[in-house]
């Protein structure tokens, strides 16, 4: 089965757009707003809506166009299709069975990535794609979707480790670093594998994975180099070494206890990770990762600093509030990180049209 054409991706692009619309709302109301009653029902599946359904199409979707065959397209239109199962109220099987499909056709494709090239970094993605299927797995068997986060975030932290992996080749990386590096996704894995069994000393292991990770990223990662550079390639960095400060300082929570389910820091452990770790590498791949899937020209503007500054004091005004255990501060800051994820994709649109306007289209 043959690549599909850039036109026949942005159904699978429009699947992710509305879990990511209905995630977001859906975070919101488990933060006390009034949003629409479909996304307020769904409150519940806010991290299900952001992690599998949103982000697991859009790296199942990424990853299909890098591998160029029809049948990966399955993973994101399985993840795509799960989200919408979540916002319409379908039985909970179908969306965790939905859900494991993706994982197990991300699974397959990186196993075919895989085999034709066996390097450390496409062995750390596919790691990342079988702690997806893990997760998932984990939800159907155990019911409680709490089992499956730490896989998520291990699916999330891995990918993005993995493909900074790939960068790494451009500079000289000493051995004993190369050792660490296998020794930290180790430890994540380890971690979020004990974590079924003792929850508290595995998300713990867990934690010292992410903060030894984030160091590792700062130590090692192209980006300290090309943040004294201009343009894309300057924004592109300080979005990374930003977001490398996220992990790090939720690594830090998680040592404390904050990934147990129940802590008072919980939601400032969590959001560390998915919004100013995860969002961070979004915003600052973007530019890169849209024209390739949807072949349209969006070019670097110095606006986009407005969004990705946005993203971090409102998550500062959140991680206050839940570590002061303050609602008020939660619930405001929860409101911009919203606006803030509204404003760069009205960034994206605005600086598209504008190409477009002006002859950029790609071919």
């Known amino acids: 089965m043959k690549d599909l054409r850039p036109g026949a991706r942005l159904p ?36 299900a809506l952001m992690i599998p359904a949103f982000l697991g199409t859009v790296i199942s979707l990424e990853r299909a166009v890098a591998l160029a065959r029809g049948w990966a397209y399955l993973a994101p239109a399985a993840a795509g299709a799960g989200g919408i199962a979540l916002l319409a109220g379908a039985p909970g099987r179908l969306p965790q069975a939905l859900f494991a499909a993706a994982a197990a056709t991300l699974v397959a494709a990186s196993v075919e990535v895989l085999r034709r090239l066996a390097t450390s970094f496409t062995l750390v993605l596919a790691l990342g794609a079988l702690c997806w299927l893990i997760g998932n797995v984990a939800w159907i068997v155990d019911g409680n979707l709490a089992t499956a986060v730490p896989w998520w975030l291990a699916f999330l932290v891995l990918t993005i480790a993995g493909e900074r992996l790939e960068l790494t080749r451009f500079l000289p990386t000493p051995i004993v670093a190369q050792r660490l590096f296998v020794a930290v996704v180790c430890a994540i894995v380890a971690g979020a594998a004990a974590a079924l069994r003792v929850p508290e000393a595995g998300l713990v292991l867990f934690a010292a994975g992410l903060l030894a990770l984030a160091a590792w990223l700062m130590a090692y990662d192209l980006a300290r180099h090309n943040a004294r550079r201009q343009g894309l390639t300057r924004f592109i960095a300080i979005a990374l070494l930003s977001g490398y400060a996220w992990l790090a300082f939720a690594g830090l929570l998680g040592i404390a206890g904050g990934f147990m389910p129940g802590h008072p820091w919980r939601d400032a452990a969590l959001h560390a990770v998915a919004l100013g770790f995860v969002f961070s590498m979004i915003f600052g791949h973007a530019l890169i990762i849209l024209p390739a899937v949807a072949r349209i020209k969006i070019p670097y503007h110095p606006v986009f600093y407005l969004p990705l500054a ?52 790609q071919a």
């Not at 699947?15 to 109301?29: F, N």
């Not at 971090?312 to 994820?341: C, D, P």
């Open 12 to 47: 699978l692009l429009v699947l992710g757009a509305l879990s990511l619309l209905g995630g977001v709302l859906a975070g919101l109301a488990r933060l006390g707003w009034s949003v629409p009653d479909t996304t307020a029902n769904a409150a519940a599946w806010h991290g």
């Open 310 to 361: 946005a993203l971090h004091a409102s998550l500062l005004l959140r991680v206050a509030g839940s570590l002061a255990e303050n609602f008020t501060l939660r619930h405001q800051g929860g409101l911009v990180n919203a606006l803030a994820l509204l404003l760069f994709i009205g960034s994206l649109l605005g600086t598209a049209l504008r190409a477009r306007r002006n002859g950029g289209r």
